[in-house]
């Protein structure tokens, strides 16, 4: 799955099109690299988000095309 969709379905980042800018600006992270939203998102990748000040890093638990809400912390969890 593209990083950019994953980050919306986790709701990491509400939507897709701010989830594009954050990667596009630099701010997005997988396994340590700089990353663009096009690159696909595999069991066990760590992402790392910076939001202004605070950085949250997550490792990727289960990839799926739809997630209910309460469903989403199956997805990742917090490193």
């Given at each position: ?32 690299k ?17 939001f ?23 997805l990742?969890?917090?490193?």
């Amino acid at each position: 799955m593209r990083l950019d969709k994953f980050l919306k379905v986790s709701r990491l980042i509400k939507r897709r099109t701010v989830a594009n800018e954050a990667c596009d600006a630099g701010r997005v992270l997988v396994n340590d690299k700089a990353a663009k939203a096009s690159v696909q998102v595999k069991v066990g990748d760590t992402i790392e988000i910076q939001f202004g000040s605070r950085n949250v890093k997550v490792e990727v638990l289960d990839v799926k095309e739809t997630v209910k809400k309460e469903d989403v912390e199956k997805l990742y969890r917090y490193l």
